[in-house]
């Protein structure tokens, strides 16, 4: 069987999002890293695998998907046991159509706050982020503490896959505007509870460390500027 290869970056949330799953199925990824500062994922190589430019990408043998909630997806759908699909992705719509909603705003909104911040700092000088968007991200933590004030995890009371998409953006944003426990409760008792699961916490681990040194880095830099 071929390997899986997944294009990604150490300060991904959304790869680290893939990662998790992986470690949850068991899956090997022969990961190959794109150096995003140097706009390897804007080359015309790159955009032969991926006409959007970004990444995560997922290449399964003669198979190419990107988008990291399809990659997810896919992945279940492919290399998931039968228990782990309806744990992960329920069959009852009326759940899977809450996952999608959590994950559709993850990609929609709760994303979007992190990359207006991230990709400015590393690309066009941004010295740290703005009143508005420290107001906006908490806005979007206002909305997953109300996910999380109707079932355990975002979408259920057990994890899903939309947990997995937006604990990854919530665990990288810590570093442009971390939880406040006394306004959402439930968000830090949420992430908690995840960093306790081995599945989480490499993937983890290893993205937020590298987001957050690289906006620190960069707010540093640009600020001399």
């Known amino acids: 069987m071929s ?8 300060a991904s949330p959304p790869a680290s999002s893939v990662k998790m799953l992986g470690k949850l199925l068991g899956l090997e990824f022969e990961e190959r890293q794109v ?19 970004t990444i995560p990408v997922l290449v399964d043998g003669d198979f190419v998907v990107s988008e990291s909630h399809a990659i997810l997806k896919y992945l279940l759908e492919s290399y998931a046991t039968a228990d782990q699909r309806e744990r992960l992705y329920p069959s009852d719509i009326r759940v899977r159509s809450l996952v999608d909603t959590c994950m559709f705003f993850n990609t929609g909104v709760f994303f979007i706050r992190l990359k207006v911040v991230a990709l400015p700092t590393l690309l066009e000088g941004l010295p740290g982020p703005s009143a508005r968007h420290l107001s906006d991200i908490d806005l979007a933590y206002g909305i997953v503490e109300e996910y999380l004030s109707r079932h355990r ?10 947990d997995l998409a937006l604990a990854s953006t919530a665990a990288a944003m810590q570093a442009i505007k971390k939880i406040d426990g006394n306004r959402f409760p439930r968000c830090v008792a949420w992430l908690e509870r995840l960093e306790r699961e081995a599945w ?16 620190e880095t960069f707010w540093t830099k640009n600020k001399q500027l």
């Open 3 to 10: 390997p899986l290869i997944l294009y990604t970056h150490p």
């Open 35 to 53: 150096n995003l500062l140097a706009m390897e994922h804007k080359s015309e190589e790159f955009q032969k695998i991926n006409p959007m430019g």
């Open 153 to 162: 995890f975002v979408a259920a009371d057990d994890v899903t896959l939309a």
């Open 200 to 215: 989480f916490r490499e993937p983890h681990a290893t993205c937020v460390a590298a987001f957050t040194d690289a906006m």
